[in-house]
T-cell receptor, first 112, second 114 residues
Framework: SQKIEQNSEALNIQEGKTATLTCNYTNYSPAYLQWYRQDPGRGPVFLLLIRENEKEKRKERLKVTFDTTLKQSLFHITASQPADSATYLCALGSGSARQLTFGSGTQLTVLP | GAGVSQSPRYKVAKRGQDVALRCDPISGHVSLFWYQQALGQGPEFLTYFQNEAQLDKSGLPSDRFFAERPEGSVSTLKIQRTQQEDSAVYLC????????????FGPGTRLLVL
């Protein structure tokens, strides 16, 4: 069955450092992968999308990589700030099905 | 704002009661999704509409769950004879076009079944 694993349930880092979150998947051939941010009591908010034929995408302090051979995506937040503290979800999508398949998320805490 | 809205935000139901959860997508958005999110987990797909057509309901956990979008805008997720295992946050998301991958989520309805 399809499985998505995000590296750890919780990650604590010091302000100013780079946070790296991992998303691994099995038994899936996604056409694209997305990263969402979710704050307590709120719905997920879209951050970045990367397609299967792309290796890397950047947006401001965010960077995502996608390795379809390793079946892994890495999500980086550089120069992290306490305001970056949230749960980050990776989500996979295929070309045919419209729904997203989500991982369980990694709760990031950036310490001042 | 012009985002996705959901109501009610919180719902407490006694086991066996029926509940109805409402989603107002972003105006003009063709696609609408319902997801269920258990505590500490990621959202899990329930059902998908393109305009008023329910194209995929493969994620609905039982025949007690029913969703509709009769005029292609507002959608209602109905749960009949609620059970304790139905307790979760129900998220609605919409996207502008059928081919658009990015989804815009509402704040969710937190359902607690006692």
């Amino acid at each position: 069955s399809q499985k998505i694993e995000q590296n750890s349930e919780a990650l604590n880092i010091q302000e100013g450092k780079t946070a790296t979150l991992t998303c691994n998947y099995t038994n899936y051939s996604p056409a694209y992968l997305q990263w969402y941010r979710q704050d307590p009591g709120r719905g997920p908010v879209f951050l970045l999308l990367i397609r299967e034929n792309e290796k890397e995408k950047r947006k401001e302090r965010l960077k995502v990589t996608f390795d379809t051979t390793l079946k892994q995506s890495l999500f980086h937040i550089t120069a992290s700030q306490p305001a970056d503290s949230a749960t980050y979800l990776c989500a996979l999508g295929s070309g045919s099905a419209r729904q997203l398949t989500f991982g369980s998320g990694t709760q990031l805490t950036v310490l001042p | 704002g012009a985002g996705v809205s959901q109501s009610p935000r919180y719902k407490v139901a006694k086991r066996g009661q029926d509940v109805a959860l409402r989603c107002d997508p972003i105006s003009g958005h063709v696609s609408l999704f319902w997801y269920q999110q258990a505590l500490g987990q990621g959202p899990e797909f329930l059902t998908y509409f393109q305009n008023e057509a329910q194209l995929d309901k493969s994620g609905l956990p039982s025949d007690r769950f029913f969703a509709e979008r009769p005029e292609g805008s507002v959608s209602t997720l109905k749960i009949q004879r609620t059970q304790q295992e139905d307790s979760a946050v129900y998220l609605c998301a919409s996207s502008l076009e059928a081919a658009q991958e990015t989804q815009y989520f509402g704040p969710g309805t937190r359902l607690l079944v006692l």
